[in-house]
């Protein structure tokens, strides 16, 4: 009787354990040579786990789920850091996945974890906030708040977060390690990740990997590059301290537009006479503001502009160049100057600059996932991201993912107010991200294990 009853215990402890390991994966540590680092997939391994991802990414209530979940959140749009009820509503489905989260992050982030709660570490980013955009498609889940718009995709990058999540979960028992999830606030005013970043969210992780869905890539496409991709945007706002006085007697002043005039000139000469014509830079001074009356040199003059490259290097190199000639003009004109590069109304965003290592790694993600004839190698592009920032603390990499598809309209670019996604996109992003991640942390691994 005694035995039996163990018998049934033992049977019951098995059953439920293989319940936890989705029989799909079947994944095994395995030995490997010595360059498996250099040569990490492996066919076999992969088929299973693309089938398995693909298959758990495209059942047809996690597709309802997910597009849910974006309608939900797109109905309800919220600007830079008042993502309260988008913030809650992540909480509310971690929770009902039994992941556990830390909230708030950075006024109304979350960051989550799935898998074995100790190293290694790999991160996977989501962006939560609105435009302030009027809607002007015709949807039935159109935006419900006057003035706002999910017009840039962040709705969809949160729920294709939350699908990988789900998938992850399931998947949890048989992960190498664990799996940071970020949902940053903020993206669009280019402050959110590194609020996220001074809150610790980078502590001990390997690498970082985050989508954008564009509507320049048919759906199902995906493009990205080694190295240099977007650019870095900075702004300066420069205030040059003259003398005021009576324009008729110039003598007894110092003239800040004069100042001002020889900085502006001056500085297109940074991009004309010193930047390689190869490597593309802009320095734009957009704002000019001094004076109010014909017969007063005024006290002080403004200047304001952007500046933008697309390397680390090219990017702080600009920036310190504008600093020493603004300066160098200004003291030509015995005028002094204040310049402001970090103002909160004109935050910088560095360049994005993937990692070669963890791109390729992407790049064989995306061929598993949407297949090598869909994924392509992206051009630069001169639009800015916050993710950025986390690619300047740790090695990472940034996608494109296609939502065009002219049959439903989704063909507008980012921050119109016709923006309008391919919902199919869901699945496809949430099988992505979770393939990046499960298959990052198998890789180190079966390296280590080598
Ligand atoms: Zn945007
Ligand atoms: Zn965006």
């Known amino acids: 009787m005694i035995n039996l009853q163990v018998l049934l215990i033992v049977l019951v402890l098995i059953s439920s354990l293989s319940a936890a390991i989705p029989l799909c994966l079947g994944f095994q540590p395995a030995t490997f040579s010595d360059n498996c680092c250099l040569n990490p997939f492996l066919a076999d391994k992969n088929a299973s786990l693309k089938d398995c991802v693909i298959g758990l990414a495209n059942e047809p209530e996690m597709v309802e789920w997910m597009r849910k979940i974006r309608r939900e959140i797109h109905k309800n749009p919220e600007l ?88 992850l979960k399931e998947l949890e028992s048989s992960l190498q390690g664990t799996v940071i999830l970020i949902f940053q606030p903020a993206e669009e005013r280019g402050e959110g990740a590194k609020d996220m970043i001074k809150e610790g969210v980078l502590k001990d992780v390997d690498a970082i990997f985050g989508v954008h869905i564009i509507h320049k890539f048919p759906i199902g496409v995906a493009a990205s590059r080694p190295g240099q991709f977007l650019a870095g945007c900075g702004s300066f706002k420069a205030i040059i301290k003259g003398k005021g006085g009576h324009a008729a007697a110039p003598q007894e002043s110092i003239d800040p537009i004069l100042a001002a005039a020889t900085s502006i000139i001056s500085l297109q000469h940074i991009i004309s006479r010193e930047t390689d014509p190869l490597d593309s830079q802009v320095v734009s001074v957009s704002i000019v503001q001094a004076g109010t009356s014909y017969n007063v040199i005024p006290e002080s003059a403004t200047i304001a502009g952007t500046y933008r490259a697309f390397g680390w290097k090219g990017f702080r190199d600009l920036r310190e160049r504008l600093e020493e000639v603004i300066k160098a003009q200004a003291a030509v004109h015995r005028c002094s100057v204040k310049i402001d590069f970090d103002g909160k109304e004109h935050p910088t965003l560095p360049p994005t600059v993937n990692d070669e290592r963890i791109y390729e790694h992407a790049r064989q993600v995306s061929n598993l996932i949407v297949g090598e004839e869909n994924t392509k190698v992206a051009t630069i592009f001169t639009g800015s991201e916050d993710f950025a920032s986390y690619l300047e603390k740790i090695p990472g990499s940034f996608l494109l993912l296609g939502i065009r598809n002219e049959k439903i309209g989704a063909i507008y670019p980012p921050h119109s107010p016709y923006y309008t996604i391919d919902e199919d996109v869901l699945p496809i992003g949430a099988a992505l991200h979770t393939t990046f991640a499960y298959s990052y942390l198998r890789n180190l691994s079966m390296c280590s294990s080598s």
């Open 80 to 167: 830079a850091y008042e993502e309260l009820a988008t913030s809650s509503l992540v909480r509310r489905e971690l929770e009902e996945m039994g992941i556990k989260y830390r909230w708030p992050v950075a006024k109304t982030g979350v960051v989550a974890a799935v898998g074995s709660g100790s190293p290694p570490f790999v991160a996977l980013r989501a962006d939560m906030d609105a435009l302030p955009i009027q809607e002007l498609a015709d949807l039935e889940h159109k935006s419900q708040v006057d003035g706002k718009m999910h017009a840039c995709g962040h709705d969809a990058h949160t729920s294709m977060l939350l699908g990988a999540a789900r998938i």
